[in-house]
């Protein structure tokens, strides 16, 4: 992941790595029916809120069994009411969750690269994906990102879903296209997620 955020000038240090053998959570950690991710969270996250807490899971049940990954907002720190359903405090809820498989030689097709992770990650630096907002209004709120309609997928080379005002960033860590598509940030998009971590995480970097 530091290779996937090197041009950014974030660095990430590995602390250390737990193995939790819990059936109920591998399967059923969700981002919308929290319940069990809630007691997963609080059972197992450690560190304050410069603390970066990965969770690796199947998503086994019908409502998360097509997900990749999800990941809590800085800001959700100080206003955790903005999650989807929050039932627990934001300190806890902080951190991100993502499908086992889809680490560096994983075996979820077409995503293992580990960059779902850096995906998530970025939302956890305080990152939107780029085709928020569609093509108008704030958008990602980051000026160096073309506005998109939607999310890419596979690697659309030259889509343009908002057309005339740049082709999509389909090559974006923040997009949805397959790994071996994605390799960037922007300028901009790494000055925002070092604004967001000073403000909400008190990280300076």
């Not at 990430?12 to 929290?34: C, E």
């Not at 569609?134 to 997928?153: E, I, M, W």
Request: negative net charge; aromatic residues 14%; proline residues 4%.
């Amino acid at each position: 992941m530091n290779d996937h955020y090197g041009t950014t000038g974030i660095h990430f240090s590995l602390d250390h790595v737990d193995y939790t053998l819990n059936d109920t959570w591998f399967i059923g950690a969700d981002p919308v029916y929290k319940t069990i991710q809630n007691e997963m969270k609080a059972a197992l996250r450690i560190g304050d809120a410069s603390t970066l807490n990965i969770y690796t899971v199947g998503f086994g049940t019908r409502s998360n069994n097509e997900l990749l990954g999800y990941s809590t907002f800085p800001w959700w720190l100080v206003n955790p009411a903005n999650a989807t359903l929050s039932t627990i405090d934001g300190a806890v809820d902080d951190g991100v969750v993502i499908l086992y498989s889809s680490i560096p030689n994983g075996t979820k097709p077409n995503y293992n690269q580990g960059k779902t992770l850096t995906h998530e990650v970025g939302h956890w630096l305080g990152l939107y994906h780029v085709f928020q907002g569609g093509c108008t209004g704030f958008g990602d709120g980051v000026a160096d990102t073309p506005p998109q309609y939607r999310a890419s997928y596979g690697c659309p080379i030259g889509q343009d879903s908002c057309y005339g005002d740049g082709v999509d960033s389909i090559h974006n860590f923040m997009d949805y296209s397959y790994d071996e598509c994605l390799y960037e940030f922007t300028a901009g998009q790494a000055q925002r997620a070092k604004e967001q971590t000073l403000l909400y995480r008190n990280i300076t970097i």
